[in-house]
């Protein structure tokens, strides 16, 4: 590659691509307006401005933060307009340079050390390139540019296939490099840049079963089951003395976390990357709630300490790479008999191989009563998707249910014609005064049911629609669900996953609800537990 003679590139252009983004909300305009901008930098930045145009200033798999609060950017918004010079114009690497050297002010006086320099960041910006500069802060565009707008844009700009851009940032975790490779090497680079070691890599991820039949039938009549275990993912790479621990979210978690890291030296391989979970647990092994397991994970003194005050428990249960010799086109099986071979048993992950319902549910109540949450069950021949949620593995949790009002009810179709057979679930809003709707089910009832149901409706009817009625909440059902997810569909903003009514409870009225408020927390709870939620690291 020749040196680059080209200068570098203003701020200025960037907060005006980004003015154009904003302005159409059309996706082909979004990608031609990036390819075209990106096209246009020098290689070294590329990667810069792909996480300036996201809004997030640093890599994914960068741990720095800006460490910014609201007082600190009050006060320097208030000292740049006292400046008085004229500000010579802000290239894109000086802003990324500056927001590093924001992120990395230590010590006692770092609070004013963060100010100043954000100061002389925001002194020489203009409006418009404030604007951006803020949003970065604020970690939001709000310009409809996501990683999958942005994938595509980079795709279009290097003229690769966006599914090779896709995988490529899999496995490198940094949008701003996979920009860089596609445009400077174009696939090929893009191909070579497979797993790594010491290099952080983006998980599998499971699909939730709706229940065990679909599991064993998408699994085609076998699958392996596992402890679904309450704590924290992580990924173990070590190569020769080096190891490295990545979190889920591929942060680098090595150094509070040295037990584990004694255990991966310990094992009889120079080189390789596991995959399992650690657990918080209390002096009996009994798992502890996850909130103490963060608090290991955030904890940068005193590590020593922390270790006796909660211990932690390692179970592995893959491994995608073994002294030389990638696994995660092998199948599932084939990976586990392979970690069989490398770590002793205390580490593995419980599981079994099963054909049937009944023998998936003992071993689930048996996860459960140790404390965990559940299973996971992962097709015997599977190849380990980089990155990617899908039904090869599915999380199996316990049901959990809510006392929810029918609202409105629609009529069937095929062997459910002439019956409201389709109902609206809602919880009471008492900060309202009013039903939520979270939830459509047609599942549970018998067809003697849902013939009683349908006269039942008829007469609660409030207006009549094309597809049914609106319906006074007198009914009021048991529905069981898998999850509570974030939705667009319903004002409420949450939906129910897998909804089925579990029995029509004739003793209760609208007064004895679930509460909107009571779902939120639930949905909290739910998030605290994945580890996915804003606690998570
Ligand atoms: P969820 O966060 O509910 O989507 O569930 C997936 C998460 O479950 C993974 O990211 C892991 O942290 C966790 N997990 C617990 N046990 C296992 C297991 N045996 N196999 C894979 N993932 C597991």
Redesign the pocket.
């Given at each position: 590659m020749t040196p680059t003679t080209q200068e570098e590139t203003p701020f200025a252009r960037l907060a005006e691509l980004t003015t154009k983004l904003e302005a159409t909300t059309k996706r082909l305009e979004k990608r031609a307006l990036l390819a075209a901008f990106l096209r246009s930098l020098r290689r070294d930045e590329v990667g810069p401005a792909v996480h300036l145009i996201v809004g997030r200033i640093f890599a994914e798999s960068d741990s720095r933060a800006l460490n910014v609060g609201w007082a600190t950017l009050k006060k320097a918004l208030a000292g740049t307009k006292q400046a008085t010079l004229v500000p010579r114009p802000l290239t894109i690497l000086e802003v990324t340079h500056l927001f590093g050297q924001i992120a990395e002010a230590r010590g006692a006086d770092s609070t004013r050390a963060r100010r100043r320099l954000l100061e002389a960041l925001l002194g020489r910006a203009s409006e418009g390139e404030r604007d951006v500069l803020l949003r970065n802060v604020f970690g939001e565009m709000r310009i409809g540019v996501n990683e999958g707008v942005m994938l595509e844009g980079i795709a279009d700009a290097a003229g690769v296939e966006a599914d090779s851009v896709r995988t490529a940032h899999m496995f490198l975790g940094d949008l701003g490099l996979v920009a860089e490779i596609a445009l400077f090497e174009g696939a090929p680079g893009l191909r070579s840049r497979g797993l790594r070691l010491l290099a952080p890599m983006k998980?599998?991820?499971?699909e939730?079963a709706e229940d065990l039949d679909e599991v064993l039938r998408e699994h085609g009549g076998q699958t392996a089951i596992?402890?679904?275990?309450?704590?924290?993912?992580i990924q173990i790479h070590r190569r020769g003395n080096a190891v490295r621990i990545f979190s889920?979210r591929l942060s680098d978690v090595t150094d509070s976390l040295p037990e584990i890291v004694a255990i991966a030296k310990s094992l009889p391989a120079a080189e390789f990357l596991l995959?399992?979970?650690v657990v918080a647990v209390d002096t009996d092994g009994k798992p502890l709630p996850f909130q103490d397991l963060m608090r290991r994970f955030r904890r940068v003194h005193g590590i020593e300490a922390a270790q006796e005050e909660v211990p932690l428990k390692l179970?592995l249960?893959?491994l995608l790479h073994v002294e030389g010799r990638t696994l995660i086109d092998e199948p599932y099986q084939e990976r586990w008999r392979l970690l069989e071979g490398l770590v002793p048993s205390e580490f593995l992950?419980p599981?079994r191989i099963v054909k049937r319902k009944e023998e998936i549910e003992p071993f689930l109540q048996a996860a459960l009563s140790a404390g965990?949450?559940g299973?996971?069950a992962?097709a015997l021949d599977s190849t380990y998707s980089v990155g990617k949620?899908g039904k090869k593995?599915f999380?199996i949790?316990p049901a959990d249910r809510l006392d929810m009002a029918i609202v409105a009810a629609e009529w069937g179709s095929g062997r459910r014609e002439g019956w409201l057979s389709n109902y609206w679930l809602a919880v009471r809003d008492d900060a309202s005064d009013s039903f939520q709707m979270i939830g459509k089910t047609f599942k549970g009832l018998t067809d003697a049911e849902f013939e009683t149901m349908t006269e039942r409706l008829r007469g609660l009817a409030t207006s009549e629609e094309r597809w049914g009625f609106h319906v006074r909440p007198d009914v009021v059902v048991e529905v069981a669900y898998n999850?509570i997810q974030r939705s667009p569909h319903y004002p409420s903003g949450f939906a129910l996953r897998f909804a089925r009514i579990v029995r029509v409870r004739d003793d209760k009225g609208p007064a004895d609800v679930d509460t909107y408020a009571r779902l939120k927390e639930l949905y909290a709870k739910q998030f605290e537990?994945?580890?996915?939620g804003p606690e998570d690291l």
């Amino acid at each position: 590659m020749t040196p680059t003679t080209q200068e570098e590139t203003p701020f200025a252009r960037l907060a005006e691509l980004t003015t154009k983004l904003e302005a159409t909300t059309k996706r082909l305009e979004k990608r031609a307006l990036l390819a075209a901008f990106l096209r246009s930098l020098r290689r070294d930045e590329v990667g810069p401005a792909v996480h300036l145009i996201v809004g997030r200033i640093f890599a994914e798999s960068d741990s720095r933060a800006l460490n910014v609060g609201w007082a600190t950017l009050k006060k320097a918004l208030a000292g740049t307009k006292q400046a008085t010079l004229v500000p010579r114009p802000l290239t894109i690497l000086e802003v990324t340079h500056l927001f590093g050297q924001i992120a990395e002010a230590r010590g006692a006086d770092s609070t004013r050390a963060r100010r100043r320099l954000l100061e002389a960041l925001l002194g020489r910006a203009s409006e418009g390139e404030r604007d951006v500069l803020l949003r970065n802060v604020f970690g939001e565009m709000r310009i409809g540019v996501n990683e999958g707008v942005m994938l595509e844009g980079i795709a279009d700009a290097a003229g690769v296939e966006a599914d090779s851009v896709r995988t490529a940032h899999m496995f490198l975790g940094d949008l701003g490099l996979v920009a860089e490779i596609a445009l400077f090497e174009g696939a090929p680079g893009l191909r070579s840049r497979g797993l790594r070691l010491l290099a952080p890599m983006k998980p599998m991820l499971a699909e939730m079963a709706e229940d065990l039949d679909e599991v064993l039938r998408e699994h085609g009549g076998q699958t392996a089951i596992e402890y679904k275990l309450d704590g924290a993912r992580i990924q173990i790479h070590r190569r020769g003395n080096a190891v490295r621990i990545f979190s889920r979210r591929l942060s680098d978690v090595t150094d509070s976390l040295p037990e584990i890291v004694a255990i991966a030296k310990s094992l009889p391989a120079a080189e390789f990357l596991l995959e399992g979970e650690v657990v918080a647990v209390d002096t009996d092994g009994k798992p502890l709630p996850f909130q103490d397991l963060m608090r290991r994970f955030r904890r940068v003194h005193g590590i020593e300490a922390a270790q006796e005050e909660v211990p932690l428990k390692l179970y592995l249960f893959d491994l995608l790479h073994v002294e030389g010799r990638t696994l995660i086109d092998e199948p599932y099986q084939e990976r586990w008999r392979l970690l069989e071979g490398l770590v002793p048993s205390e580490f593995l992950t419980p599981r079994r191989i099963v054909k049937r319902k009944e023998e998936i549910e003992p071993f689930l109540q048996a996860a459960l009563s140790a404390g965990h949450e559940g299973l996971m069950a992962k097709a015997l021949d599977s190849t380990y998707s980089v990155g990617k949620r899908g039904k090869k593995w599915f999380k199996i949790k316990p049901a959990d249910r809510l006392d929810m009002a029918i609202v409105a009810a629609e009529w069937g179709s095929g062997r459910r014609e002439g019956w409201l057979s389709n109902y609206w679930l809602a919880v009471r809003d008492d900060a309202s005064d009013s039903f939520q709707m979270i939830g459509k089910t047609f599942k549970g009832l018998t067809d003697a049911e849902f013939e009683t149901m349908t006269e039942r409706l008829r007469g609660l009817a409030t207006s009549e629609e094309r597809w049914g009625f609106h319906v006074r909440p007198d009914v009021v059902v048991e529905v069981a669900y898998n999850e509570i997810q974030r939705s667009p569909h319903y004002p409420s903003g949450f939906a129910l996953r897998f909804a089925r009514i579990v029995r029509v409870r004739d003793d209760k009225g609208p007064a004895d609800v679930d509460t909107y408020a009571r779902l939120k927390e639930l949905y909290a709870k739910q998030f605290e537990r994945k580890g996915r939620g804003p606690e998570d690291l």
